[in-house]
């Protein structure tokens, strides 16, 4: 005849499967919810650091249309075609949500290339010379991008324009924000090629030749309208901003550039 257990053994032993018992459920929970998100579509991930943060998505995104969101933010495509391309900034400049059906990708990486049209009118945007400036994988991420129908993806924004700090500040911001620093390099500094230019380099924002050139605020806004048509590809040339970039903003990036070394 078998031993009666003692209950509270008995009870400590069930407690021990319990334990065991929650901790496996929790697993698998915790398991299942790494590799789904939940119905608002937030998900947490792991970030730089160790740390946990969340991201807002409608779902996962082809990484190289990812990459060719965010390279339309870094090269300010959307400061003239509008936010993800949409359009509504200039009548000079098309929407580009239906490029991906109008062109195909080779006539799309040629015009990101080589630019498309020329104007003196300051007024009138024209497409600029990037073959220079941006990488072969940026192009086809860009393409990519714009075959996807341009979708909205986590963090691929324009910075924000500072209010109340003054109108360095915000042309600091706003230097970026246009892209300024793709051909002018940080600070201004200048150092990306231009082989066909006199000096090979497109010219920095800064330095003793510049201020010569460049004395007044007036004459720093007067370019930036007026831009700097030299040719055609591989040459790179300065882009009008007179029809895309607000007085106020040309103001506050005169005196940004007024800061520099």
Known sequence: MARKRDIPAAVAEAVIVLSALGLAFAAGIAGWAVGHETRSGTRTVTVSGGGTGT?????????????????FVQFACGQCHGERGRGGVSPG???????????????????????????????????????????????SDLVAYLRAGLPAVPTAEPPPIPTGQGLA??????????????????????GVPNPQSPDKTVPPLSGLVFRGEFNTNKKVIDFIRSGSVLGRAPIVSM??????????????????LRTLK
């Open 55 to 71: 991201v807002t998505s409608s779902g996962n995104v082809d990484p190289r249309v990812a990459a060719g969101a965010h390279d």
């Open 239 to 256: 882009p009008h901003w007179g029809g895309i970039i607000p007085n106020e903003q040309l103001r506050a990036l005169a005196a940004y």
């Open 169 to 190: 500040v915000e042309g600091y911001v706003l230097y970026t924000r246009y892209g300024c620093n793709n051909c002018h390099g940080p600070n201004g500094l200048g």
């Open 93 to 139: 400049v098309p929407a580009l949500t239906g490029a991906a059906k109008q062109f195909k990708p080779a006539q799309l990486r040629h015009i990101i290339n080589h630019g498309l049209g020329e104007s003196k009118n300051p007024t009138k945007p024209y497409m600029p010379v990037w073959g220079a400036v941006i990488s072969k994988r940026q192009v």
